[in-house]
């Protein structure tokens, strides 16, 4: 588990190239907000979380199966880490940002970027 990195992931990046592509700029990993977002585009106060499925337990995916050992581990684990995304999102919407979240399945499948870029659109960004 050492080994599983936080930043600069695969999905991140795919995210990241689609973003760029598309006309927008952004900052990385802004460790002045809460849960330090992945993507920040500060100009229009939108945070995107490039969340991997199994360790966010992203409902429904196939990818976010519990392990077969030290279930109680496990469990505890993934209940905190939703409970701090959960907390992160609602602290991040209190000071007036919006926070968009973006999963690995999507990303797999090649579905996030029409989504993520009309969530955006919603918040008021204009895509150039």
């Known amino acids: 588990m050492q080994r599983v990195g936080s930043r600069d992931t695969r999905p991140e990046l795919v995210v990241r190239r689609a973003l760029h592509a598309a006309g927008f700029r952004f900052r990385l990993h802004d460790r002045s907000l809460p849960g330090t977002p992945d993507i920040v ?11 991997g499925c199994f360790w966010h337990r992203h409902e429904g995916c196939r990818y976010s199966g519990m392990p077969k050992t030290r279930t109680d581990f496990w ?3 993934f209940d905190r880490n939703v409970e701090r995304d959960r907390a992160n999102r609602k602290e991040l919407q209190a000071a007036g940002w919006c926070v968009v979240e973006v999963w690995e399945c999507e990303i797999k ?3 996030f970027l029409e989504p ?10 204009e895509v150039q």
């Open 41 to 51: 585009l500060a100009r229009w106060r939108t945070a995107i979380f490039v969340h």
């Open 75 to 77: 469990s505890m684990k």
């Open 109 to 111: 499948r090649r579905t």
């Open 116 to 125: 993520l870029l009309s969530r955006i659109r919603s918040a008021g960004i």
